[in-house]
Nanobody, 124 residues
Framework: QVQLVESGGGSVQAGGSLKLSCAAS????????MAWFRQAPGKEREFVAV????????VYADSVKGRFTISSDNSKNMVYLQMDSLQPEDTAVYYC?????????????????WGRGTQVVVSS
């Protein structure tokens, strides 16, 4: 099992920045991909960004490309999401997720472990 704990959420005005962190523990050597998803009220959970832990390759949703940056510190079992130029439509609960394989890495079903989420609110 792998446990994931997110932190760093909060409230910010449009145009501001936040940095989310995700701490992984447990059988982390089984994890190959780490990602961030988000879910706004009344909407489905959507892909934000993913990173391959060994090769450090990244993929972003079009809606956040150029504004968000995903990174990892494998020595600390940490994954980060730097969010800049935040907009009200970025308001959501942000979830950290871990996958043991590369199948379907942009969909929630492709992930084996999830954190409980951290709330991000962006006001206009």
């Amino acid at each position: 099992q792998v446990q994931l704990v997110e932190s760093g959420g909060g409230s910010v005005q449009a145009g501001g920045s936040l940095k989310l962190s995700c701490a992984a523990s447990g059988r982390t050597k089984s994890i190959y991909f780490m990602a961030w998803f988000r879910q706004a009220p009344g909407k489905e959970r959507e892909f934000v960004a993913v990173i391959s832990l060994s090769e450090q390759r990244t993929v972003y949703a079009d809606s956040v490309k150029g504004r968000f940056t995903i990174s990892s510190d494998n020595s600390k079992n940490m994954v980060y999401l730097q969010m800049d130029s935040l907009q009200p439509e970025d308001t959501a609960v942000y979830y950290c997720a871990a996958a043991r394989s590369s199948l379907n890495i942009i969909r929630p079903g492709g992930y084996d472990f999830w954190g409980r989420g951290t709330q991000v609110v962006v006001s206009s």
